[in-house]
């Protein structure tokens, strides 16, 4: 607001102030934001992104669609602008044309580790593991200590079988992050589905310790840690669960 004030020729004002609203979950006061922008200028392509990213929150694909591409015409060398394109053409269903845009904007900018967690999950999605396990390592090339890179890597093994690895990644990631209730949560899934019940309880309970009333994790971790009561045997426990 005070760019747009002191500066109302200045079209990136009005490009920040959509992303800003669309990322504050208002996309109505978005939009005419960025259309005040357009009669500033029709040249700067991240306000064709914004308001692409704007239509889409509240369902106008077509429209989203467009100002993707135009997007893309007139900046076709920022990564934020692909990755804009990719989560237009994922709410479209074209689901290999939203990877290659990702990998575009991983490309263009390859030191962003938050590109490569949105291309990993993804190629995950797709069910393409053995790229969502690369770019999920690729991560921990860049950031070795990267926790998060570690659970999703657990849950990519977990999701294909090998619980070994599964359960190497997770340990590893609760001790960088002991703090994480996500990391205690995917621990004890791979505890329980390795029939290792104790160890499922001792982690779901740090889950529970870590994590907020509110947020859904603590309800996964009560509800498979009674699971995993039930199955030594302790139907009191798993009631009170």
């Known amino acids: 607001d005070t760019l747009i004030e002191a500066a109302p020729s200045d079209v990136r004002g009005y490009a920040l102030k959509t992303r800003a609203l669309v990322f504050?979950?208002?996309?109505?006061?978005?939009?005419?934001?960025?259309?005040?922008?357009?009669?500033?200028?029709?040249?700067?392509g991240m306000l064709y992104s914004a308001l692409g990213l704007a239509y889409n929150d509240i369902g106008r694909y077509n429209q989203a669609l467009s100002?993707?591409?135009t997007a893309l015409e007139l900046d076709p060398n920022n990564p934020a602008v692909h990755r804009d394109y990719a989560n237009?053409?994922?709410?479209?269903?074209?689901?290999d044309e939203a990877i290659d845009?990702?990998?575009?904007?991983?490309?263009?900018?390859p030191n962003l580790v938050s590109l490569r967690f949105e291309?990993?999950?993804?190629?995950?999605?797709?069910?393409?593991?053995?790229?969502?396990?690369?770019?999920?390592?690729?991560?921990?090339?860049?950031?070795?200590?990267?926790?998060?890179?570690?659970?999703?890597?657990?849950?990519?093994?977990?999701k294909v079988g090998l619980r070994d690895q599964a359960r190497g990644y997770c340990e590893d990631a609760v001790q960088i992050a002991p703090d994480s209730p996500t990391a205690w949560q995917q621990l004890g899934d791979v505890y329980f589905r390795n029939r290792n019940y104790e160890g499922a309880i001792e982690a779901f309970n740090?889950?529970?310790?870590?994590?907020?009333?509110?947020?859904?994790f603590l309800i996964q971790c009560w509800y498979?840690?009674?699971?995993?009561?039930?199955?030594?045997?302790?139907?009191?426990?798993?009631?009170?669960?």
């Open 24 to 44: 504050n979950n208002d996309a109505a006061s978005a939009i005419p934001v960025g259309i005040n922008g357009l009669e500033v200028s029709t040249a700067f």
């Open 67 to 69: 100002y993707a591409e």
């Open 88 to 95: 237009v053409l994922l709410f479209l269903g074209r689901y």
């Open 101 to 109: 845009q990702l990998e575009q904007a991983v490309a263009l900018a």
């Open 119 to 158: 291309l990993a999950a993804f190629y995950s999605a797709r069910n393409l593991d053995e790229a969502s396990v690369a770019t999920y390592e690729s991560i921990l090339a860049l950031q070795p200590r990267n926790a998060r890179a570690m659970v999703r890597l657990c849950g990519v093994y977990l």
């Open 206 to 216: 740090s889950c529970r310790e870590h994590t907020d009333s509110a947020d859904g």
């Open 224 to 241: 498979v840690r009674g699971l995993a009561h039930y199955y030594l045997g302790d139907c009191n426990e798993a009631w009170q669960d």
